[in-house]
């Protein structure tokens, strides 16, 4: 059985995760898709998004944080 579902999106966000000393290996993941991300610039697009996450989790300053909203189903 499935407890949970956690999902990145939805208007309130009610779980943050600290990425922040993942996040070059995240980059690095996400450049080798060349064909998806070669075109762009990705942290210029996810860094400002994942600051604003730690910030409203109180996380401390310079830190970044993606956001779930988690559904519990039992």
Known sequence: ???????????NPDHAVDVTATYPR??????????????????????????????RAGLPEGSLAEAFTVLRTG
């Open 1 to 11: 059985m499935v407890r949970e579902v956690w999902y990145q999106g939805g208007p």
């Open 26 to 55: 995240k980059l690095a993941a996400l450049a080798a898709h060349v064909t998806q991300t070669s075109h762009e610039d990705v942290d210029a697009r996810m860094r400002p998004v994942f600051e604003l996450n730690a910030r």
